[in-house]
């Protein structure tokens, strides 16, 4: 056994249910989504990993240090849930990413994709930039319909519960555990 039932006892087991995916799952399952990204690309694609903060900063970490092709990292912000557990439907970009879209491969990083309601209203919005190709990688995906685009790479199909860690919140909290709990 890892470190991990300390961490689930010690610190938060009166608040989270269960482990979901455990840090050595996450790992292997980040691993062989890099060496398929890696796979995907020529050798003259312009890669531009956009990670959609806050929640994929630590899946973003560790997916660009596997992936074997040159490429650049920026983020943009949306407004999120804020201290609820459901998508308000109104999704603002609150931060632009500096970095040009035209004519790269931009990979748009999302930690979970729930209702789709972020993707739907972002993707449109980066297409407007020209890109050469857009293509979503999420860790999780709650696969509940209205998704006018599918993301290319899926880490894991998530439960229909409120999932926290690796980068997951909920009101802030819980962001910098190394597995994904369920609430
Ligand atoms: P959507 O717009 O409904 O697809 O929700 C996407 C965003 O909501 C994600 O980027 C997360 O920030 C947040 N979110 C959705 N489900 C969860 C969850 O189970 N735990 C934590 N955040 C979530
Ligand atoms: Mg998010």
Redesign the pocket.
Known sequence: MSKEPDLFSRQIGRELSRIVFSREEIRRRVSAMALEISEAYDSDDEILILG?LK?SFIFLADLVREIQHPLQVDFLVAS??GNT?R?SGD?RLLYDPEASLTGRSVILV??????????NRLVPLLEERGPRSLEICALLH?RVAGLDREPRWVGFD?PM????GYG???SENFRHLPFIGSL
């Not at 519960?161 to 926290?164: A, G, I, N, S």
Request: proline letters at 0%.
């Open positions: 959609l929640g999120s849930y557990m998508s999704v999302e930690d979970i994709i729930d209702s789709g309601a972020t993707l709650k998530a519960e409120f999932l926290v997951l919140d909920y």
